[in-house]
């Protein structure tokens, strides 16, 4: 496995501004590394204080594509008990698979424009690490919640949690490149109705540029 990694420390800002906090805008939240650049990617949960989750009754099917020997999407949350499939659009065939303790499984190899008969059923809360048995640099993250309130941040650095009730919540950030001793932190946020709540925190990310596609040297053919 042929990697560069370019290790380096930055850090996330995230402010929280709460309208209206029950449909009307839900929870938005900004993460800014530390250069104010928004950064992509990072999962926002939120746990309501006492304890009380009404959790959905139905949760859809999720699908994680394959597509120009890529992951897409890099970063995928989901509530506990989610359905993923990994349909295979790409031109050659992939084998999926993870070995992290909240869901190991594996897809043996499967050609293009097929997808798996059954789906993966992701039943424990945790980070799932998927990849390729074919193609080293294939990753992609799963993050398995038991909330229903959580969003992912866009390229514009910011994600909305929509449906929130009013309460307290303990809010966390994940992000797959965060720094082991910044796993554990979060904030709590007091959402009251008809009134705007905000908190900004900041956390430290160890960030990996690492190539997640086909390296140019490499031939498609030899992959296949
Ligand atoms: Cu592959």
Redesign the pocket.
Known sequence: MCLHINRFLFTIFILFTCTNVYAEGGMIVKVLNDDGKPVENAVISAKPMDGEIIKPTTTPPTIID?ID?TFIDYVTPVIVGTKINFPNNDK????VYSFSPAKKFEIPLYPPGKEPNEPVVFDNPGVVVIG????DW?KAYIYVLDTPYFAKTKTDGIAVIQGVPVGKYKVEVWHPHLKKSQEVMSHVVDLVKGKDGSVSFDIKVVDELKKRRAPNSFGGDN?R
């Open positions: 394959q020997k050659i065939r992939h084998h390729c048995n074919i193609h294939m992959y």
